[in-house]
């Protein structure tokens, strides 16, 4: 009898996701097979599309209540981090008119629960350190390998939108972003982004002005629900999170990847994020290491 329940207790390698991934919809355990293939082929294809793909129920609906109190556990550890940006996260330009994206700052106040607080039998941690998972999101960024954060905070993240927070209109200094909602809040929290507005051919301002003075006519709008995996490419596709609303939080998950190994961000952006720091990042100060912060925030 013991050993009956051992053995179901731990699950065969090439079972890990079972229960956790939808593996009929997404067979990102199989991913050399045919409907493997495909998979990829679809995600690269809107990819190249729009620089987004959005796959529903990643996580199957039996394992939605569980995810969702995943977060829900987590959510008032939250640190909230206040601040004004505008979408360039840079300094205004004195030299610009005041209406010009530059010059455009909005309120960004957000929550975020670090990595360390993230338990290794949770649902999301699980999938963080998935071979499979990892093998199925390099292939569809165009990567040979990804590799997880050595950050112990940044690695995965919590993101909490509790009423009136936002992610206002901004474009992303990262290459790529991997979230999952894991839970939706009463009204707001909506994912809006104007694909490839800006790019090699230029910055185009006054595109951009335009959707910040309410010009909906090139925006893409996606509903996200509990358990949908998203894959953003945001550098050159402006996006925002509309302010949530209502008592019922947002709150979606984080799975921060860089393309070398040992990845740590900078202390201080860990302490304004995370409001304080990991072992790895006090050893950073003291030794003066500085690294480069890929994260966009
Ligand atoms: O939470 C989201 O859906 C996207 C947030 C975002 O744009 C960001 O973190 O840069
Ligand atoms: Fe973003």
Redo the contacts with the bound molecule.
Sequence with gaps: MRNAIAAKAVKPLDKRLEGIVDLDAYPIDRLDGASGKALIERCRRQIADDGCVVLKNFVPRTALDRLERETERLSPEAHYNQTETNPYNSDPDDNLPPEHPKNRFADRTNGFVGGDRIGGDTIIRQIYHDDDFKRFIAAIVGEDTIHEYADPLADLVV?VLREGCQ?PW?F?TNDF?V?MQTRRSHGGGT?EYAPNIRGPQGENFEGVQKILDGDRSELKSID?EPGDL?V?F?RNSL?R?TPAEGAKERH?V?FAYAKEPGFVGRPERAKRIFGRMAPAHEAMLREGVKRRDNL?D
């Design positions: 993101n992610h901004h992303d972003i979230t994912f996200l998203q953003f945001g996006h999170v979606t984080i966009s």
